[in-house]
T-cell receptor, first 115, second 110 residues
């Protein structure tokens, strides 16, 4: 069964609004989660590392004030895209680190479309 | 910055054929991983490689970690229709953070 869930699976919003995406670890507690974005026909790009109880670590070029990450519990991390614009339209995928690299489980992704 | 060069970009094969794809990098990685992604879903780990020269199999899949630690290949033997999808290589560069290849799209001709 699924190890990681994401909600919503799809969301369409108007430009200028904010969208929250949830990532839940279903089978275990996760101190570390990762957020990726993937443009059509492209690879995954790591956006940030989410650590429970502390501030997220953002990759170079990712605006922390635009992509707010909250990892408030060991089973939930949220990504909020603030003041979304069409160029933010993408497939957002989270992953949960259960142990070593071979236990990094990915969520099913959230398709964001900003009109 | 570090990049992974994955090839081929796409492959059209007949069912039953063997498939080979590879990734190279200008940088050394400690770990190489191979994932498969189906449309609209997150990636699923196929094989993880931890040592230079390591050759690992998972059913019909075989992957190797290059001796130089700068490359890896994935082979799929006797392809079947459910093998279609996009295959990604990824390398670990720091604290479980991954650099990804651009993907190889596998299409099986009917």
């Amino acid at each position: 069964g699924a190890v990681v869930s994401q909600h919503p699976s799809r969301v369409i919003c108007k430009s200028g609004t904010s969208v929250k995406i949830e990532c839940r670890s279903l089978d275990f507690q996760a101190t570390t989660m990762f957020w990726y974005r993937q443009f059509p026909k492209q690879s995954l790009m790591l956006m940030a590392t989410s650590n429970e109880g502390s501030k997220a670590t953002y990759e170079q070029g990712v605006e922390k004030d635009k992509f707010l990450i909250n990892h408030a519990s060991l089973t939930l991390s949220t990504l909020t895209v603030t003041s979304a614009h069409p160029e933010d339209s993408s497939f957002y995928i989270c992953s949960v680190l259960a142990g070593g690299l071979d236990t990094q489980y990915f969520g099913p992704g959230t398709r964001l479309t900003v009109l | 910055g570090q990049q992974l060069n994955q090839s081929p970009q796409s492959m059209f094969i007949q069912e039953g054929e063997d498939v080979s794809m590879n990734c190279t990098s200008s940088s050394i990685f400690n770990t190489w991983l191979w994932y498969k992604q189906d449309p609209g879903e997150g990636p699923v780990l196929l094989i993880a490689l931890y040592k230079a020269g390591e050759l690992t199999s998972n059913g019909r899949l075989t992957a190797q970690f290059g001796i130089t630690r700068k490359d890896s290949f994935l082979n799929i033997s006797a392809s079947i229709p459910s093998d279609v999808g996009i295959y990604f290589c990824a390398g670990d560069y720091s604290n479980y953070q991954l650099i990804w290849g651009a993907g190889t799209k596998l299409i099986i001709k009917p």
